[in-house]
């Protein structure tokens, strides 16, 4: 047995890391209601995309939705079930339990979906305002050889 003291494993005073900001129950609850009723997905369009959810699946999810309804077609869970039995991916969102799943968890008031559009939206804001942070965090603590403080200053500016 060895005298000697073992180092703490934790560093005190660190800031512990956060998850990103999101929301999943929104999404899911977006999702459900889109699969409800197509025409919740036209109310929400101008202020939404596929990039701004949080969990890739519902990004794909959305993004499938977006390309049937453009389309003209029914966007529902037996549509979707269907598109992502033949592209292979089905099982990587859960099969279509998962699809029923969002279902349930549909927003029942148009009101409400709108509500959840606006959340996700400004979630992913925040989760892009965080990169930039970083991204600028990261510029200050290494900056070029050739930019002094005032050049980072107006980088992290021009990227804000």
Same mark, same amino acid.
């Given at each position: 047995m =060895?005298?000697?003291? =073992? *180092?703490?494993? $934790? &560093?005190?005073? $660190?800031?512990t890391p956060r998850a990103a @900001? %999101?929301? *999943?129950?929104?999404?899911?609850? *977006?999702?459900?209601a889109i699969l409800f009723d197509n025409e919740t997905y036209n109310r929400i369009t101008p202020l939404?995309?596929?990039? %701004?959810?949080?969990? @890739? &699946?519902h990004g794909r999810i959305f993004a499938a939705c977006a390309q049937m309804i453009a389309a003209g077609d029914l966007a529902d869970g037996v549509t979707l079930r269907e598109r992502f039995t033949r592209d292979g991916g089905i099982k990587e969102i859960g099969g279509a339990v998962y699809l029923l799943k969002l279902m349930e968890a549909a927003a @029942?008031? =148009?009101a409400q979906a709108q509500s959840y559009a606006e959340l996700i939206y400004d979630l992913a804001l925040r989760r892009e305002l965080i990169r930039v942070g970083g &991204? #600028?965090?990261? *510029?200050?603590?290494?900056?070029?050889?050739? %930019?002094? $403080?005032?050049? #980072? #200053?107006?980088? $992290?500016?021009r990227t804000l």
């Open positions: =060895s005298n000697q003291q =073992s *180092l703490p494993l $934790a &560093v005190p005073n $660190a800031p @900001p %999101h929301n *999943l129950e929104a999404e899911q609850a *977006l999702l459900g939404l995309q596929d990039k %701004h959810f949080f969990d @890739p &699946v @029942p008031l =148009s &991204v #600028i965090t990261d *510029l200050a603590e290494n900056p070029p050889e050739d %930019h002094d $403080a005032k050049d #980072i #200053i107006e980088e $992290a500016e």
